[in-house]
Structure formats: structure tokens, C-alpha cells
Nanobody, 124 residues
């Protein structure tokens, strides 16, 4: 039984920071690309960032320079450090896993497993 469990969401002021965590179990962590997606009310789920086990990363243009994805393969955990938060960053953030070698890491429909999501709220 594969499980992805997010934590670290909450309420933060504009300009503030949060670090999200996603703990994975039931899979061989190093054989999966890990991704973060987000979905705001009335909007489609959008790609945020992805991390390969060897150290390569990808970030959406909207968060580049502010957000950083990372992973600890010894702990089966992926992180999303979010800095300089804006109102438009408010959303439910989801952790996801896609098998290494599969194409299209920016497409939500290509992922194999999903977490339950964690809410990020940005206030003035």
C-alpha cells in the first residue's frame, strides 16, 4: 500500500515562508520522480516542481527563484521550501510520484500516486 503524506501547510503572511514535507512509504523511493502540484478554487491543478533522485530538479516559471524542491532519499521524503509567498500561491498543495522513465512530469494525469493535499493560505 503506497502512501504519500504531506505536512507543513498553514497560514502565512505575504513575504513569509513555509516548508512542506511529503513522506513516502510502500514504494522504492529512488525509482520515482517526485512532484509537487497545487490547485486553487476554480482553477486547474498546476505543476509546481519535480525532483529526480540523482539531484536534477524542475520548477514552474511562476515559482522559479522563490520555491525550491529537494529530497532526502535516506528518509523517503521530498520537500518544498516556499519563500516570498504571494496571494497567488494560496492553494491546496499535493505531493505526487511518477515512475522513473515515464514521460511528462508536468502533467498531473501522468502520475501514479498522490497524497491527500495540504492547505497553504496567504494573508496580508
Amino acid at each position: 500500500q503506497v502512501q504519500l503524506v504531506e505536512s507543513g501547510g498553514g497560514l502565512v503572511q505575504t513575504g513569509g515562508s513555509l516548508r512542506l514535507s511529503c513522506a513516502a512509504s510502500g514504494l522504492t523511493f529512488s525509482t520515482y520522480v517526485m512532484g509537487w502540484f497545487r490547485q486553487a478554487p476554480g482553477k486547474e491543478r498546476e505543476f509546481v516542481a519535480a525532483s529526480w533522485s540523482g539531484g536534477l530538479t524542475a520548477h514552474a516559471d511562476s515559482v522559479k527563484g522563490r520555491f525550491t524542491i529537494s529530497r532526502d532519499n535516506t528518509k523517503n521524503t521530498v520537500y518544498l521550501q516556499m519563500n516570498t509567498l504571494k496571494h497567488e500561491d494560496a492553494a491546496v498543495y499535493y505531493c505526487a510520484a511518477i515512475r522513473l522513465g515515464a514521460g511528462g512530469v508536468t502533467y498531473a494525469s501522468h502520475y501514479d500516486y498522490w497524497g491527500q493535499g495540504t492547505q497553504v493560505t496567504v494573508s496580508s
